[in-house]
């Protein structure tokens, strides 16, 4: 079982920037991949960034690319953002898939507790 931890989260004024941190343990393989998510108060939760494992190509939402970057250093997946905005603030999770790369929430089995972002305009 792989088990991830969020941290990173806070308040940052708008345009202002935040490294978010996926701390994991367990086994997780090339083939995996690690994600980044986010839920706004009365929203679903939407899919931001995944990466596969261990060095492995990343991906973003359009609504963040240019300004939020993934990355995977060993046992941790970070999530750089710069700009925020304020349609950013959510709680932000990190989730484990073990299919390379997915959109699809339901297919995250392993989920961490999440960090909270907020945005002061």
């Known amino acids: 079982q792989v088990q991830l931890a969020e941290s990173g989260g806070g308040l940052v004024q708008a345009g202002g920037s935040l490294r978010l941190s996926c701390a994991t343990s367990?086994?997780?393989?090339?083939?995996?991949?690690v994600a980044w998510f986010r839920q706004a108060p009365g929203k679903e939760r939407e899919w931001v960034a995944a990466?596969?494992?261990?060095?492995?190509n990343t991906y973003h939402a359009d609504d963040v690319k240019g300004r939020f970057t993934i990355s995977n250093v060993g046992n941790t997946v970070y999530l750089q953002m710069n700009n925020l905005r304020p349609e950013d603030p959510a709680v932000y999770y990190c989730?484990?898939?073990?299919?390379?790369?997915?959109?699809?929430?339901?297919?995250?089995?392993?989920w961490g507790q999440g960090t909270q972002v907020t945005v002061s305009s």
């Open positions: 989730a484990r898939t073990r299919r390379g790369y997915t959109q699809n929430t339901a297919e995250y089995a392993d």
């Open positions: 367990g086994r997780i393989f090339s083939s995996h991949a």
């Open positions: 990466v596969r494992w261990n060095g492995g």
